[in-house]
């Protein structure tokens, strides 16, 4: 199969999402790449949705409707049941793709069978499309830490196949479940390339929970999938953002007991006596090595 008649589905769970789904919708159908599978699952919207999905004509779109709303990862897992071709992937019904965004990720998967899983960089936008913030992703390494992956990927069925559904008890942390069960199997890859614009806005779904209960669901996935040194150190990041800096030492001493040779756990112990002046100005040359920019 080349690179040309490779069939993509893409997966669009969707709820209420009338205000910016054309949008997503569009950029789905004019990819570069025009073997496109569109998968729209309709998680019981009550706005009009529905019609704005059926005003398109495009053979390639597949429209599934539930009349409750289940929630994003019943939406995924009953749209990736339908899916036929050999690559997969998903976007939101608020979010949309550069142009070339499935041909290139597809180059790179289609050049190196041994990559199952690639993803590449974004860019923030605000409601009315305005760039926030570029953002680079990481290496799959950074999982341990954080989601690095980003919300543009692609990926190969087979990898659909082996990991299986989405987990619906990972509530806003769905994707990073997957990505993490996805590095304990499969080879993934970063690509250099911004591909995706990411809408922060506040009818999202991550704005209606707030942070810390966020952030603790992410924290129980995490702690299932990394080592226990890891754990430590993060734990012991976290001590030291909240200036308890005696209880970040204890626990890196357990992170050290379990591998003394977690590097990063060496860097936060040496920030430990630096002064607040020094570890703001490494924290500032940090987000620039990232790539982490900030619009006005």
Same mark, same amino acid.
């Given at each position: 199969?080349? /690179?040309?008649?490779? /069939?993509?589905?893409?997966?669009?769970?969707?709820?209420?999402?009338?205000?910016?789904?054309?949008?997503? @919708?569009?950029?789905?159908?004019?990819?570069?790449?025009?073997?496109?599978?569109?998968?729209?699952?309709? !998680?019981?919207?009550?706005?009009?949705?529905?019609?704005? %999905?059926?005003?398109?004509?495009?053979?390639? %779109?597949?429209?599934l409707r539930q009349?409750?709303?289940?929630?994003?990862?019943?939406?995924?897992? =009953?749209?990736?049941?339908?899916?036929?071709?050999?690559?997969?992937?998903?976007?939101?019904? !608020?979010?949309?793709?550069?142009?070339?965004?499935?041909?290139?990720?597809?180059?790179?998967?289609?050049?190196?069978k041994k990559i199952? $899983?690639?993803?590449?960089?974004?860019?923030?936008?605000?409601?009315?499309?305005?760039?926030?913030? +570029?953002?680079?992703?990481?290496?799959?390494?950074?999982? !341990?830490?954080?989601?690095?992956?980003?919300?543009? $990927?692609?990926?190969?069925?087979?990898?659909?196949?082996? @990991?299986?559904?989405?987990?619906?008890?990972?509530?806003?942390?769905?994707?990073? !479940?997957?990505?993490?069960?996805?590095?304990? =199997? $499969?080879?993934?890859?970063?690509?250099?390339?911004?591909?995706?614009?990411?809408?922060?806005?506040?009818?999202?779904?991550?704005?209606?929970?707030?942070?810390?209960? +966020?952030?603790?669901?992410?924290?129980?996935?995490?702690?299932?999938?990394?080592?226990?040194?890891?754990?430590?150190?993060?734990?012991?990041?976290?001590? $030291?953002?909240?200036?308890?800096?005696?209880?970040?030492k204890k626990l890196? @001493?357990?992170?050290?007991?379990?591998? *003394? *040779?977690?590097?990063?756990?060496?860097?936060?112990?040496?920030?430990? *006596?630096?002064?607040?002046?020094?570890?703001?100005?490494?924290?500032? +040359?940090?987000?620039?090595?990232?790539?982490? =920019?900030?619009?006005?």
């Amino acid at each position: 199969m080349n /690179e040309s008649s490779a /069939e993509v589905s893409i997966i669009l769970p969707t709820y209420n999402g009338a205000k910016y789904i054309r949008q997503s @919708i569009d950029s789905c159908l004019n990819q570069t790449h025009k073997n496109i599978e569109l998968i729209i699952v309709d !998680d019981g919207s009550t706005d009009n949705t529905p019609q704005i %999905i059926k005003s398109y004509k495009d053979s390639r %779109i597949r429209y599934l409707r539930q009349d409750i709303n289940y929630g994003v990862s019943y939406a995924l897992n =009953k749209g990736f049941s339908h899916a036929n071709a050999e690559y997969l992937t998903w976007t939101s019904d !608020d979010n949309f793709y550069s142009p070339e965004a499935i041909e290139c990720m597809l180059r790179v998967l289609q050049s190196n069978k041994k990559i199952d $899983f690639v993803y590449a960089n974004f860019y923030k936008i605000d409601e009315k499309g305005n760039i926030l913030v +570029v953002r680079r992703v990481d290496s799959p390494k950074r999982l !341990d830490i954080e989601n690095c992956i980003g919300a543009c $990927f692609l990926y190969r069925k087979r990898v659909y196949q082996r @990991i299986g559904d989405y987990n619906p008890k990972a509530l806003l942390a769905e994707d990073y !479940d997957y990505w993490l069960r996805v590095r304990e =199997k $499969f080879r993934m890859q970063k690509i250099n390339k911004y591909l995706y614009y990411y809408r922060v806005h506040l009818g999202s779904l991550s704005s209606r929970y707030p942070m810390a209960e +966020v952030e603790r669901m992410v924290e129980r996935i995490r702690d299932k999938y990394i080592s226990p040194s890891m754990r430590s150190y993060l734990y012991a990041r976290k001590q $030291f953002y909240k200036k308890n800096y005696n209880e970040a030492k204890k626990l890196l @001493i357990r992170c050290f007991w379990s591998n *003394f *040779f977690n590097i990063d756990a060496w860097r936060l112990l040496a920030l430990l *006596f630096l002064s607040p002046l020094i570890i703001n100005v490494i924290r500032r +040359v940090k987000w620039k090595i990232l790539g982490i =920019k900030q619009y006005k």
